[in-house]
């Protein structure tokens, strides 16, 4: 097999698009320490710039707060209350992420009807008046830019609902009464400020059919909106079991095919070049597929992370982490959340994935079907490679699959510790490795049973057996280059790192003598 020739020159430059945005479980939920204590994990190991979720207008963030005092006549009207979100943008904010803002659902003290999605009961009817409704959300943009400033809170995109085309997050899928929402919405933020970020309509998969009639509102009524945003999965139906649902999967190309598609219809309309968003990504759409616990999960998702950001500004993972209740409380630790940490910091294959993708360079060497290759400013090249994986009709995949790199060593410009280019012999080449049997705590629980709730032995089983193998050893470097050969295993997810050495071992060293043997008499 010959090896792939890694050119020694950039080829362009890594986007940041996969870690701009993750997603989270719903606002009020950030109040929680086991939340709080996972995005630390994750802002310390990954990084990303904003977090998203559903809920900051519902009733459980208290902030929409009606009253009227039986008997009175000067007691009612409606306050405002900001303590549930002061607290969890104050955390957001402390841990180096900011909030992309979803504008939902609807306070029951204003909402038209009982509709409701989720066991947590985000209503999702239209406000029973649109101009308190603009009222609501000139408070709070208000009162975000009255405590964090008008310049911070100018970088935080806000985004008006989520999936209305969905019945179940829109009553009826109306579309004109969405658009009548965004109308009054994108108004009442630019009244605020008319810098301040406004964007829609965070669509689900399949409602290409309202890209156009959105765009046309927004020509017609001459309408605010500095980005679109919208959804992309690529499970089919669900096969329920109890606790739980199976699904079919399609390529992974279909994710990518999914970022492209609004660009491409929006051609020629006013929203044409805006930003675009993928406020929501994953293989499946439920909170109950174990698909996300496993290493096939992360084998999959590693093109995406590779190539998305040719497509898209920002492509967000549903969800950092599985505090979440969409579907009540989980029932065991491991239960196909979205997360990709499980409960109290478990990791899961795909958060090494994205740790992996945050130890890569800014310089891109090489992209394929299996492999990413970069360089950083002081010389380290990294690949990020992996087994190519398809979907629910790909009859077989192979146990094992080989990739040959013929990597160039350091920066082209400077040698290590001032060196001249190429001087040097050996490059270190550590690697970390992630597949079904190596940073994998699903496994482990598997052969522990499954417990629904650990023990504090197991649970230090369980992140003792989410550590990724990882190995050290020197190749030797020919004409300025190594010769890399990667076996992958099954569903396999693998990071090199590969440095220049500069030998200072000293002449009078000899490792052979080590064990001394007194010679024989």
Same mark, same amino acid.
């Given at each position: 097999?010959?090896?792939?020739?890694?050119?020694?020159?950039?080829?362009?430059?890594?986007?940041?698009?996969?870690?701009?945005?993750?997603?989270?479980?719903?606002?009020?939920?950030?109040?929680?320490? *086991?939340?709080?204590?996972?995005?630390?994990?994750?802002?310390?190991?990954?990084?990303? %710039?904003?977090?998203?979720?559903?809920?900051?207008?519902?009733?459980?963030?208290?902030?929409?707060?009606?009253?009227?005092?039986?008997?009175?006549?000067?007691?009612?009207?409606?306050?405002?209350?900001?303590?549930?979100?002061?607290?969890?943008?104050?955390?957001?904010?402390?841990?180096?992420?900011?909030?992309?803002?979803?504008?939902?659902?609807?306070?029951?003290?204003?909402?038209?009807?009982?509709?409701?999605?989720?066991?947590?009961?985000?209503?999702?009817?239209?406000?029973?008046?649109?101009?308190?409704?603009?009222?609501?959300?000139?408070?709070?943009?208000?009162?975000?830019?009255?405590?964090?400033?008008?310049?911070?809170? %100018?970088?935080?995109?806000?985004?008006?609902?989520?999936?209305?085309?969905?019945?179940?997050?829109?009553?009826?899928?109306?579309?004109?009464?969405?658009?009548?929402?965004?109308?009054?919405?994108?108004?009442?933020?630019?009244?605020?400020?008319?810098?301040?970020?406004?964007?829609?309509?965070?669509?689900?998969?399949?409602?290409?059919?309202?890209?156009?009639?959105?765009?046309?509102?927004?020509?017609?009524?001459?309408?605010?909106?500095?980005?679109?945003?919208?959804?992309?999965?690529?499970?089919?139906?669900?096969?329920?079991?109890?606790?739980?649902?199976?699904?079919?999967?399609?390529?992974?190309?279909?994710?990518?095919?999914?970022?492209?598609?609004?660009?491409?219809?929006?051609?020629?309309?006013?929203?044409?070049?805006?930003?675009?968003?993928?406020?929501?990504?994953?293989?499946?759409?439920?909170?109950?597929?174990?698909?996300?616990?496993?290493?096939?999960?992360?084998?999959?998702?590693?093109?995406?992370?590779?190539?998305?950001?040719?497509?898209?500004?920002?492509?967000?993972?549903?969800?950092?982490?599985?505090?979440?209740?969409?579907?009540?409380?989980?029932?065991?630790?491991?239960?196909?959340?979205?997360?990709?940490?499980?409960?109290?910091?478990?990791?899961?294959?795909?958060?090494?994935?994205?740790?992996?993708?945050?130890?890569?360079?800014?310089?891109?060497?090489?992209?394929?079907?299996?492999?990413?290759?970069?360089?950083?400013?002081?010389? %380290?090249?990294?690949?990020?490679?992996?087994?190519?994986?398809?979907?629910?009709?790909?009859?077989?995949?192979?146990?094992?699959?080989?990739?040959?790199?013929?990597?160039?060593?350091?920066?082209?410009?400077?040698?290590? %510790?001032?060196?001249?280019?190429?001087?040097?012999?050996?490059?270190?080449?550590?690697?970390?490795?992630?597949?079904?049997?190596?940073?994998?705590?699903?496994?482990?629980?598997?052969?522990?049973?499954?417990?629904?709730?650990?023990?504090?032995?197991?649970?230090?089983?369980?992140?003792?057996?989410?550590?990724?193998?990882?190995?050290?050893?020197?190749?030797?470097?020919?004409?300025?280059?190594?010769?890399?050969?990667?076996?992958?295993?099954?569903?396999?997810?693998?990071?090199?790192?590969?440095?220049?050495?500069?030998?200072?071992?000293?002449?009078?060293?000899? *490792?052979?003598?080590?064990?001394?043997?007194?010679?024989?008499?």
């Amino acid at each position: 097999m010959t090896p792939t020739v890694v050119p020694s020159e950039p080829v362009a430059v890594l986007s940041d698009a996969w870690r701009t945005c993750v997603g989270t479980g719903r606002f009020n939920l950030a109040l929680r320490q *086991d939340y709080q204590e996972s995005l630390a994990l994750a802002q310390a190991d990954i990084g990303f %710039r904003y977090v998203r979720g559903h809920g900051l207008l519902s009733d459980d963030v208290g902030i929409h707060r009606p009253y009227d005092v039986a008997g009175s006549t000067r007691y009612h009207g409606t306050r405002y209350a900001f303590t549930y979100v002061d607290q969890v943008v104050d955390a957001y904010l402390s841990l180096g992420i900011k909030p992309f803002l979803e504008l939902g659902f609807m306070p029951s003290g204003l909402a038209s009807g009982d509709q409701t999605v989720f066991w947590w009961q985000g209503n999702v009817t239209p406000p029973s008046d649109h101009r308190e409704w603009a009222a609501l959300v000139s408070a709070v943009l208000r009162h975000l830019v009255d405590r964090y400033g008008l310049d911070e809170v %100018r970088t935080w995109p806000v985004e008006v609902w989520n999936e209305p085309n969905l019945v179940n997050f829109w009553e009826g899928a109306d579309q004109e009464a969405y658009l009548r929402l965004y109308e009054v919405t994108a108004h009442a933020v630019k009244d605020v400020d008319a810098d301040l970020q406004v964007g829609g309509p965070a669509i689900s998969p399949g409602a290409d059919d309202w890209w156009s009639p959105f765009a046309d509102a927004v020509a017609a009524r001459d309408l605010p909106c500095d980005f679109v945003s919208f959804h992309a999965y690529t499970s089919g139906p669900a096969q329920h079991v109890p606790f739980g649902v199976y699904q079919t999967l399609r390529r992974p190309q279909g994710l990518l095919d999914q970022f492209a598609r609004p660009r491409e219809l929006l051609a020629g309309t006013r929203l044409a070049g805006v930003p675009a968003h993928v406020t929501e990504f994953n293989t499946s759409y439920r909170p109950d597929n174990p698909v996300h616990d496993t290493a096939y999960n992360a084998a999959y998702l590693a093109p995406v992370l590779a190539h998305g950001g040719d497509l898209v500004d920002s492509f967000s993972y549903w969800t950092f982490c599985d505090v979440f209740e969409e579907e009540n409380i989980p029932t065991a630790i491991f239960h196909g959340g979205f997360g990709m940490l499980a409960h109290r910091q478990v990791r899961k294959p795909t958060y090494h994935l994205y740790a992996f993708m945050a130890r890569m360079g800014a310089d891109v060497l090489a992209r394929g079907d299996d492999h990413l290759v970069t360089r950083d400013a002081a010389g %380290r090249v990294t690949v990020l490679a992996w087994q190519p994986v398809g979907g629910a009709d790909d009859p077989t995949e192979p146990e094992r699959h080989e990739l040959r790199l013929s990597v160039p060593v350091g920066h082209p410009a400077v040698g290590p %510790r001032g060196t001249a280019p190429g001087s040097h012999r050996r490059a270190s080449v550590h690697r970390s490795v992630v597949d079904e049997h190596h940073g994998n705590a699903f496994t482990a629980w598997q052969h522990l049973g499954r417990p629904a709730s650990p023990t504090s032995r197991q649970l230090d089983l369980l992140h003792e057996a989410s550590e990724p193998a990882r190995s050290l050893t020197s190749l030797p470097v020919d004409d300025g280059r190594v010769d890399l050969v990667l076996t992958l295993a099954r569903h396999e997810v693998t990071l090199v790192e590969i440095d220049p050495v500069q030998d200072e071992t000293p002449p009078w060293l000899d *490792d052979d003598r080590i064990l001394c043997r007194e010679s024989a008499r």
